[in-house]
């Protein structure tokens, strides 16, 4: 086999991140941050409008795999509640809001947020050698700057998310997205997921070959799904690469 890319998934594989989203603190400090533009809402109610917007998100898109938008949850709500005195903020105020409250909900409930190791070594042996990309469910506002807060910002080309699209892995067009962006066969990319059904089943089904990251995160098994190679540490990706150029 003639490896020419790598694809990535992120949380789980790259890092070792944390959240809870269901932390009260989360929805104190949103609730206290809209205070400041003029919209009062109890803590209780914005985790509820939080759901429920994401709820009718997903039913919306209609699709068997559905994403949410996090900065559409959050525009949502301003429209549905603002008050004169938002409507009097700054214009670019406004605009960048949504965003702001969607990183402010992410940093309120994130906990941890590290590399696992070996990773960003392991990447910077393979950047000159293969087209590195990602392919990730969650939130492009969440995922690009995290990226660049664990040191890997740089690496990647295209960086495919979920959230941008309306749809999770296993959909495969999140697959040929990339792969299309990268102008490369399945047969020439490989794809390094900690999830047995997201990644690796998403994967294989249009036929790349997948490398298995063992973490402390994601599905480990799913009936009928095999990977290709499993790892059990990062720089292990090393010797899995080697082992499909050897094939």
Do not use: C
Not at 49 to 72: C, H, N, P, S, V
Not at 175 to 197: C, H, I, R, W
């Amino acid at each position: 086999m003639i490896v020419k890319g790598i694809a990535f998934d992120i949380n789980g594989t790259l890092s070792n991140i944390q959240t809870n989203e269901w932390h009260d603190d989360v929805y104190r400090v949103i609730s206290n941050l809209l205070s400041y533009q003029g919209i009062s809402l109890d803590p209780n109610v914005v985790k509820d409008l939080y759901f429920q917007i994401m709820k009718e998100q997903r039913t919306a898109y209609g699709e068997r795999y559905a994403e949410f938008d996090a900065i559409g949850i959050f525009r949502e709500i301003i429209t549905r509640h603002s008050t004169d005195f938002t409507r009097g903020l700054p214009t670019e105020k406004l605009e960048q809001l949504p965003r702001l409250l969607a990183e402010t909900y992410r940093a309120a409930s994130r906990f941890q947020l590290q590399l696992y190791p070996g990773v960003e070594d392991t990447i910077r042996q393979l950047y000159p050698k293969y087209h590195l990309a990602i392919i990730s469910d969650g939130q492009t506002a969440y995922a690009v700057p995290e990226l660049n807060a664990v040191g890997l910002s740089g690496y990647f080309d295209p960086i495919i998310i979920s959230g941008d699209v309306g749809y999770r892995k296993p959909d495969e067009r999140l697959f040929t997205a990339a792969l299309t962006a990268m102008k490369m066969e399945p047969s020439e990319v490989l794809f390094v997921g900690n999830d047995m059904y997201r990644d690796v089943y998403g994967a294989q089904r249009l036929g790349m070959k997948t490398v298995f990251f063992k973490s402390n995160q994601g599905t480990q098994e799913k009936e009928g799904v095999k990977p290709d190679y499993i790892i059990y540490n990062f720089p292990e990706l090393l010797n899995a690469i080697r082992f499909f150029e050897d094939r």
